[in-house]
Structure formats: structure tokens, C-alpha cells
């Protein structure tokens, strides 16, 4: 990013493993929620409100 401000062009390759990158992180979050939203579909509610109280609890504040 800062050398294509800088007016150098990026390699193919740079650009590639930019590409691989932004899809892995996009595809980690996808991955991510789906697990989360799999554990809060648990069939016992106790057990669910002990996921979201301990998900709350360890939220840190930013």
C-alpha cells in the first residue's frame, strides 16, 4: 500500500498474496459466525446462557 502511494508498482505476486490474504481473512470470519451461531443453536438452554454470559463477560471494552 505505502509503495503504491509512493508511485512504485506492485509485482503480480504482491498482488496475489494480497488477494490470498483478504480472502482468508473474509473467509475466517464467515467461519467464525457460523461456529458461534452453531453454539448458541445448542438444544439445552442452560447451556446457551452460560455461552452468552461467559461470550459477555469475556468481551474486552475498546
Known amino acids: 500500500m505505502i509503495s503504491t502511494i509512493s508511485g512504485v508498482i506492485p509485482d503480480s505476486m504482491q498482488v496475489a498474496g494480497a488477494c490470498i490474504t483478504a480472502v482468508a481473512l473474509l473467509l475466517n470470519d464467515l467461519y467464525q459466525r457460523r461456529m458461534l451461531k452453531n453454539k448458541l443453536l445448542l438444544p439445552h438452554l442452560p447451556h446457551?446462557?452460560?455461552l452468552l454470559h461467559k461470550?459477555?463477560?469475556?468481551?474486552?471494552w475498546q
Open 55 to 60: 461470550l459477555h463477560d469475556s468481551y474486552v
Open 48 to 50: 446457551r446462557l452460560a
